[in-house]
């Protein structure tokens, strides 16, 4: 299930694969951050961390984007950032300290550096941006766009979410996880969003009952895609959930405050029963909602690299 280039890229892969074999490391062994790099240098970095509690190899297991960059000449980073469902203090200094490594290693300008994340890890990805626009003297990248795969965009949204899944006792893994996500949120911010507001809303890409979506002005004229499955049908049967608990609903309000704003560059990506797990689960919560191709075209587009992949083997 996992194999999802096309036939013309699967044989580029392999032709590329045989004159240098993909280079993946650990680089870190308390970072726990994962590299695959072109050869020769990478024309641009992308980002990607994957969703709360996730290694990097279980996110690459369920995507074949890095093989992907690696044909058009884009290095990739990976790094999980633990049970965090947002950019704190410590998810930040480790995100600095990877990309800023990767940028020296491997020689990528900063400025050519798109941040995306699958579930959390785009929710942390979303954040970091917002800072990195926010306040440029601190951080270590320009980024150039962003894109987040099912991700709760809005902090108080799902806390609130959490709260009806413990109240509903329907799914043992959405109560299980909601049970732990919620007492880590508490614990770590000082409260709920009742009583601490401001801490929630710091944290969130989005807030919906803050003026111009509180941060998510931030992203006011930068490229932003937001994609989810819509599949309504399949939250109802398996999960009695409707969609007020569904990660898609905050998401379309902050594109919707991004339009408003004139963000022409805000885009919601939406499909409907797209979401297949690379063990051949149905869930709308997966990376396969992605077209990852066309992903991979406005990446190259905002990064300005060729989007023609014989264009970027090696020795090209």
Excluded at 95 to 115: C, H, R, S
Aim: contains cysteine; aromatic residues 8%; glycine residues 8%.
């Amino acid at each position: 299930m996992k194999f999802r280039l096309s036939i013309g890229l699967s044989l580029l892969w392999c032709a590329v694969l045989a004159q240098s074999p993909l280079h993946s490391n650990l680089q870190n062994s308390t970072l726990g951050y994962t590299i695959i790099t072109p050869p020769g240098t990478a024309k641009g970095l992308i980002v990607f961390i994957p969703g709360f509690a996730q290694t990097a190899d279980q996110l690459l297991q369920e995507t074949e984007f890095e093989k992907l960059a690696y044909l058009y000449g884009i290095a990739t980073i990976v790094v999980p950032c633990g049970r965090k469902m947002y950019a704190d203090g410590q998810v930040v200094k480790l995100l600095n300290e990877a990309i800023v490594a990767t940028l020296n290693d491997y020689k990528i300008a900063p400025n050519q550096v798109v941040m995306g994340g699958f579930s959390a890890g785009g929710t942390i990805a979303l954040k970091y941006t917002q800072y990195c626009l926010k306040y440029p003297e601190s951080y270590p990248i320009k980024p150039k766009a962003v894109f987040a795969v099912d991700s709760p965009v809005d902090l108080e949204e799902i806390y609130h979410y959490m709260e009806r899944e413990l109240v509903r006792q329907y799914s043992e893994a959405g109560v299980s996880e909601a049970y732990v996500v919620k007492s880590i949120m508490e614990r770590e911010l000082g409260g709920t969003p009742t009583e601490v507001p401001i801490r929630y809303q710091e944290l969130s890409p989005f807030t919906k009952g803050a003026k111009q979506g509180g941060e998510a002005e931030v992203l006011k004229s930068f490229p932003v895609r937001l994609y989810h499955d819509a599949d309504i049908q399949w939250q109802l049967k398996n999960r009695r959930r409707s969609f007020y608990d569904m990660n898609i609903t905050p998401a379309s309000e902050m594109i919707n405050q991004l339009m408003l704003m004139g963000n022409t560059q805000a885009e919601l990506m939406m499909t409907v029963g797209k979401g297949v797990r690379s063990n051949g689960e149905r869930h709308p919560h997966s990376m396969s909602i992605v077209d990852e191709q066309d992903l991979m075209t406005w990446i190259l587009k905002h990064l300005g690299v060729d989007t023609n992949p014989a264009h970027n083997k090696a020795g090209h």
